[in-house]
């Protein structure tokens, strides 16, 4: 297979090292992380940068699209949302680089298996490298940008979150947890002040009419995701709406935190 790739692929250096690692951190192989962000620094990312693409989406968007395709093939035993699956074709890539992309999974997901089912213990090059995947610096590996809620009820925050826009409830109360996509939603009950927050009250919005943050998903097809979502017993403000470069429609969750859904168009040719 490697053979294969290396003769007819046509993904970059940096491209394939960067999948290889997304796969290694999701499969929880430290080894071969160890591995791979030593070949990735190799091919020309910084530490800095291979630390972050272990936990989090690239910096550069298209990119980030294929490695949010290669996270959830390597997670979800091959199978990637149909949202994620468009989101990488509209950033650009090709279905035979989407396909190269599942071959070097495939092949990283071969070798992290075997490593972890022999227990192969790092040396050499890359013990330390593997000891930091482990336990690592926290502030580089673990730190994940949230969305937090305050609702009135959490039951019925989980159960629109799960059941109209298809996120996975990773921890059912105090607080709920989602994850969706690529990020997480986190939702709790309001309170009063506290001594790491002093003066400042948590409550949902007092005016669901005036808003001063939203949601934003960004989605390849916001018209199949607003009758999609509708189905389900969302309650758009309005249909979807063409509005310059991108098509949006809002709605509103439970205690009317408001949501946009934004698909972003292909640029139109400039007239000659």
Not at 70 to 98: F, H, I, Y
Not at 157 to 169: K, W
Not at 228 to 245: D, K, Q, S, Y
Not at 251 to 267: F, K, N, Q, S, T
């Amino acid at each position: 297979m490697r053979q294969a790739l290396d003769d007819h692929g046509t993904l970059d250096r940096k491209t394939r090292t960067a999948i290889l690692l997304t796969t290694a951190a999701a499969d929880e192989c430290a080894y071969t992380v160890a591995l791979n962000a030593t070949i990735a620094q190799q091919a020309g990312w910084d530490e800095r940068e291979t630390l972050a693409l272990r936990t989090a989406p690239a910096a550069d968007p298209k990119l980030a699209s294929l490695l949010a395709v290669a996270g959830q093939s390597a997670r979800n035993r091959g199978r990637v949302e149909e949202a994620t699956w468009q989101s990488a074709r509209v950033a650009g890539w090709t279905d035979a680089e989407l396909a190269e992309a599942f071959g070097f999974v495939g092949l990283a997901q071969y070798v992290d298996s075997f490593i972890n089912f022999a227990e192969t213990e790092p040396d050499g090059l890359f013990a330390d490298a593997a000891a930091d995947a482990q336990s690592g610096d926290r502030a580089a590996t673990s730190t994940t940008l949230t969305h937090l809620l305050i609702v009135e009820d959490q039951d019925r925050t989980r159960a629109f979150y799960e059941q109209v826009l298809g996120a996975s409830v990773v921890r059912e109360r105090d607080p709920v947890i989602l994850h969706f996509h690529n990020s997480w939603i986190v939702a709790n009950v309001g309170g009063l002040p506290t001594d790491d927050k002093p003066q400042v009250t948590m409550a949902p919005p007092s005016d669901p009419n005036s808003a001063s943050s939203a949601l934003n998903v960004r989605v390849a097809d916001a018209r199949a995701t607003y009758e999609e979502w509708r189905a389900r017993g969302g309650h758009f403000l309005t249909p979807p709406v063409e509005r310059g470069g991108e098509i949006r429609c809002y709605l509103r969750d439970p205690d009317g935190h408001l949501i946009e859904v934004g698909e972003i168009l292909p640029a139109r040719p400039s007239p000659r």
